[in-house]
């Protein structure tokens, strides 16, 4: 069982504890800083969606660099299934967790009244947002030697609870568990030259659209789509993946 953090009361705990000296500290508070606490403080200039983005794309190169290293006889198709483990929702938020962020995150009061601090979705946006803002900050390789210690942690696990598992497989079980039928897959774009073709797919569930993909083939495609609607349920329903 992981030792409980102790409350974080300003940024200098925050980077005391990951080992990392911010040089723009205002850079380091606004990727704490949730649009709630935006709403109610007029003098907070910005919040850390824009930060959210930059870190969401720097994690998902990192990771699969990290994986091609670490697993050098890994197929393709594993690698992008361990790397969408590795970025999804509720394993970015155990990272926020594991370095305290959910004791640093400002918030609105209403946002904290409502246990904002425990929804894996905030959690998860607050860590992409750090990753950013260190970029931002420190460079890529401060932030590889930050990151790449938290991927080797969670690596056994992962494996053993299976969450690199098949996203469309995942789906599919879903769907049955909730009285759905099944996922259909429909292609709804074919574009590039037949060397390098890019595959569009929607995921459908009910008649209705869950989730896009875009992969350089149809199977990759599927595979994006069903993640992606995953991910939209996880956020919308915690326990529901």
Known sequence: MKKKLKKLKSQKELMERVGIQFDDILL??????????????????????????????????LVGEWLYNRFPEMEEGDLTQMRSAFVQTSQLAEFAKEIGLENAVRLGHGEVKS???LRKTL??????????????????????????PLLEGAVDEIIEQHKNEDPKSRLQEWAQAHGYHPPKYRTIKVSGPDHAKIFKVEAWINDVVMGVGKAKSKRAAEKIAAKKMLESIEKDNNNYV
């Open 123 to 148: 959690l998860c946006d607050v860590f992409e947002a750090f990753i950013g803002a260190m970029l931002l900050d420190q460079g890529i390789s401060i932030v590889k030697n930050f990151v790449y």
């Open 28 to 61: 380091l508070t606004r990727s704490l800083t949730h649009r709630s606490y935006l709403n109610e403080h007029p003098e907070a200039l910005e919040d850390n969606e824009r930060l959210e983005f930059l870190g969401d794309a720097v994690l998902d190169f």
């Open 115 to 117: 246990g904002g601090k």
